[in-house]
């Protein structure tokens, strides 16, 4: 049994294809605790002259509190109701991480987009850099992983 999972969500489909995957292993009780994480990204472009830094993070923070708490929701129409949520601010990939060993996190369950070659090189990979950093098990689940 899993005691916690922790699940990141970037608002995206993709990421939100995990929900599946946890909702499996909730059905046969391996799931006690989730821990919905969003991590509200400062990209550099950010510091551009004219741009209020603060109020652009702020509605981010915003939005993204609103986002997890309606999963958080209907999680718990799917009878997972012990979810709590985090939302930080800065890199994903450390933060992910971090926040999994420091709030006792036995899995990490994260989607990845599933590029190759150059483009992982220009996009990068949250989850790959999760994979080989986290000192926590990790569930990648890849697109066609998607399709329960």
């Not at 995990?18 to 510091?47: M, Q, Y």
């Not at 209907?74 to 060993?101: C, F, H, Q, R, Y």
């Amino acid at each position: 049994m899993y005691k916690k999972v922790l699940i990141p969500l970037d608002g995206s489909p993709l990421a939100e294809c995990v929900l599946g995957h946890l909702f499996n292993l909730a059905k046969t009780g391996n799931v006690g605790e989730v821990i919905l994480i969003g991590v509200v990204e400062i990209p550099p472009g950010w510091a551009k002259e004219g741009v209020d830094f603060y109020a652009v993070r702020d509605t981010n923070i915003e939005e993204t509190k609103v986002y997890l708490a309606k999963v958080k929701s209907d999680l718990a129409k799917e009878g997972i109701s012990k979810v709590s949520t985090e939302v930080m601010v800065g890199k994903p990939a450390d933060l992910i991480s971090e926040t999994a060993k420091k709030l006792g996190a036995d899995l990490i369950i994260i989607a990845t987009h599933g590029h190759t070659g150059i483009s992982k090189w220009v996009f990068g990979s949250v989850a790959d850099r999760v994979v080989h950093y986290s000192q926590i098990p990790v569930m990648v689940i890849r697109p066609e992983g998607c399709r329960l």
